[in-house]
């Protein structure tokens, strides 16, 4: 009778502390947007080469040499295997990574790009589902095998640059 009553008193007190909060007193944390995320890649020239060159990011140096790829708002941070920052993903793998990337560009020129820098093209444009609503879609993947699409929202895509010279369309890339 004393180790059931025991027990039951370790129960208690136990899940004093296990049951949440009642409603009201724990609020969500509020989050706004994404800031960055991190890629594990093999080769750190070629993935910066890739990323600048195809999706017209621009790179930074930080020190020590290590980089990241911006766009928009956000940044690419950039582990090489085997020499990731700490603290780190639990298994940071090149070729897990599945992101897509909004672009006001027209998918016609998105695949002609993609063409002119001999990506080849996985899939798209498709119709898919974004965040907010209906989005077009191409997928390809990068150097280490990161699955990449480019979408974008028909309310915002900008005119087709086929009026526009090819220097001029790079440059927005």
């Known amino acids: 009778m004393l180790f059931r009553r025991s027990i039951n008193v370790v129960y208690n007190s136990v899940r004093k502390f296990a049951t949440p909060p009642s409603q009201g007193q724990l609020k969500p944390i509020k989050i706004n947007r994404l ?25 930074n140096t930080f020190a020590g040499g290590r980089k990241s790829l911006h766009f928009g708002r956000q940044k690419i941070n950039i582990h090489v295997q085997g020499s990731e920052f700490e603290p780190k993903a639990i298994w940071p793998t090149p070729g897990s990574t599945d992101v897509c990337f909004i672009t006001p560009t027209q998918l016609d020129d998105v695949v002609a790009h993609l063409n002119e820098c001999e990506v080849e093209i996985l899939e798209g444009p498709v119709a898919r589902t974004g965040a907010t609503g209906p989005i077009n879609s191409v997928y390809f993947r990068d150097p280490d095998h990161n699955l990449i699409e480019v979408a974008n929202y028909e309310a915002e895509v900008e005119p087709s640059s086929s009026s526009e010279s090819s220097e001029e369309n790079r440059s927005q890339w």
Do not use: A, E, W
């Not at 750190?44 to 621009?58: A, E, Q, S, W």
């Open 35 to 59: 800031d960055h995320f991190v890629i594990t890649v093999k080769d750190l020239d070629t993935t910066v080469d890739f990323y600048t060159r195809v999706l017209g990011m621009k790179v």
